[in-house]
């Protein structure tokens, strides 16, 4: 009896586990965005998966146009730089950060300086933001469905919206 206790409690245990580390893929506009995890009933995607999406590294969350300062997480509009392309970006190699005389193009440009979420948190050494914040960010909503189903990807569609802190640009990237 003893023994058979033990095993199922170490089943849940697993189980568990397994549950908190299964990742919902984050779609925007049907183009991968972030990885997406629930954590304590929140659906949230990493500070650093937000800006890498946005063209940064969580090492320079400025190059992304973002800020955190303890639960705040905030857009500005990063100053703008001589291109023959309104949104591209200079590519820079990674061993020397010199240019690399490439262009990247960024499928997403802040569009105005906000607060994006004052409800950002630490799990596991890692800050997360709520992806209902991150979907009021480009001028959308999020409701968390009533059973996601591990693995399955979450689509969000979003539109030019003149009043979004991030905006969509069209087009092929």
Known sequence: MRKR??????????????????????????KPFANALTI????????????????????????????LQGKKLS???????????????????AASGMPTGKRMHKPFVITKSTDVSTAVFTHQGKSYVPLA???????????????LAPDAPINLNFGANPGAAIGIIPGPH
Do not use: H, M, W, Y
């Open 133 to 147: 914040d991150v979907a009021k960010a480009f001028g959308g909503t999020f409701t968390a469905p009533a059973n």
């Open 40 to 67: 304590n009933g929140v659906i949230a995607i990493s500070v650093e998966d937000f800006a890498k999406a946005l063209g940064g590294t969580i090492a320079n969350l400025q190059q992304a146009g973002l800020t």
């Open 75 to 93: 857009t500005f509009v990063p100053a703008v730089q001589a291109s023959s392309a309104p949104n591209a970006i200079a590519a820079r190699d």
């Open 5 to 30: 206790l033990a095993s199922s409690v170490g089943f849940f245990l697993f189980a568990g586990f397994v549950i908190i580390d299964l990742k919902n893929p984050v779609l925007i506009n049907g």
